[in-house]
């Protein structure tokens, strides 16, 4: 992380002119979306694109926000949620309803899976649907 001595010991970088600073905000791609579907998922056993979305926008790289030749015209950002959410429909994992996708009981054990590598918890609906009592 860049700080204030780091650039206060500029001259010992041996000759560099200039700083070099990473991308704060990177490209979204399916492997840093899917997290934030899963968070949607284990929080409620749901998503909309649009909470995705509006949860990344402030994350992701200016570019990912602007709109380009799309027939639906989306962002860029909008495309890779979509496709996402829609590997994860055609995995079944998910239905759809609406503009909700909702996770079916096919993808309890997905869900189970990351929510015990995340040492999380699962929505109360849904631990209570394993449990048997709905």
Same mark, same amino acid.
């Given at each position: 992380?860049?700080?204030?001595?780091?650039?206060?010991? +500029?001259?010992?970088?041996?000759?560099?002119?200039?700083? +070099? @600073?990473?991308?704060?905000?990177?490209? !979204?791609?399916? !492997?840093? +979306?899917? &997290? @934030?579907?899963?968070?949607?998922?284990?929080?409620?056993?749901? %998503?909309?694109?649009?909470?995705?979305?509006?949860?990344?926008?402030?994350?992701? =790289?200016?570019?990912?926000?602007?709109? @380009?030749?799309?027939?639906?015209?989306?962002?860029?950002? =909008? *495309? *890779?949620?979509?496709? %996402?959410? !829609?590997?994860? %429909? @055609?995995?079944?994992?998910?239905? +759809?309803?609406?503009?909700?996708? %909702?996770?079916?009981?096919?993808?309890?054990?997905? !869900? *189970?899976?990351?929510?015990?590598?995340?040492?999380?918890?699962? &929505?109360?609906?849904?631990?209570?649907?394993?449990?048997?009592?709905?």
């Amino acid at each position: 992380m860049i700080d204030e001595s780091t650039i206060d010991s +500029v001259e010992d970088l041996g000759g560099c002119v200039g700083m +070099v @600073f990473l991308d704060h905000q990177p490209k !979204a791609t399916s !492997a840093r +979306v899917r &997290p @934030f579907v899963w968070a949607y998922l284990l929080l409620r056993g749901a %998503v909309r694109r649009t909470e995705v979305e509006q949860a990344l926008a402030g994350h992701v =790289a200016e570019d990912d926000l602007r709109t @380009f030749d799309d027939p639906l015209e989306r962002t860029r950002l =909008a *495309v *890779v949620i979509d496709d %996402v959410l !829609a590997a994860m %429909v @055609f995995e079944g994992l998910l239905r +759809v309803n609406g503009d909700l996708y %909702v996770l079916k009981k096919e993808g309890m054990t997905k !869900a *189970v899976s990351a929510t015990c590598s995340l040492n999380a918890q699962l &929505p109360d609906h849904l631990l209570m649907e394993i449990d048997g009592r709905i």
